[in-house]
């Protein structure tokens, strides 16, 4: 019987990652695309915006431009800190809420960024989303 190695024990301070995404144009949905930003605090006290902007030339929605910031950051803490504990901060209480299961994710696009989000969420020791002030967002993001 093969011997599974042991995952490394966790961190006991967490990985902190404040996310943001919007769109590009003045319409929702807009055809212009979306940005997202990932800001990331660690342990040791480092911190750095590590995604600064990506754009989409889909008819993309704000709340989808929050997902995507969300998956973007579990993505870079998935190839990064796999074993540690996750804390995101975001501004957008819908999301926040439809990530913990309190509200439901009614738009397909939305469910499938959802899904994705939520199997990437088990694969840490822990892993929290909360709502954070719109002024928080601006102190660490810049905008």
């Not at 093969?2 to 919007?22: M, N, S, T």
């Amino acid at each position: 019987m093969p011997i599974v190695p042991a995952r490394p024990a966790a961190h006991k301070r967490p990985v902190y990652f404040w996310v943001d995404g919007g769109m590009l144009g003045p319409r929702n949905p807009s055809p212009e695309g979306v940005f997202w930003s990932v800001y990331r605090h660690l342990p040791s006290g480092a911190e750095r915006i590590v995604i600064a902007r990506e754009q989409s030339k889909d008819y993309t929605t704000n709340n989808e431009a929050e997902w995507l910031a969300v998956r973007a950051a579990l993505r870079f803490a998935f190839k990064y800190h796999v074993n540690m504990k996750i804390h995101i901060f975001s501004d957008s209480e819908v999301i926040v809420n439809q990530f913990a299961g309190r509200y439901q994710c009614k738009q397909p696009r939305l469910q499938v960024l959802a899904r994705e989000c939520w199997a990437l969420q088990r694969e840490f020791p822990e892993c929290v989303l909360s709502w954070c002030p719109r002024r928080e967002m601006v102190r660490r993001l810049g905008h």
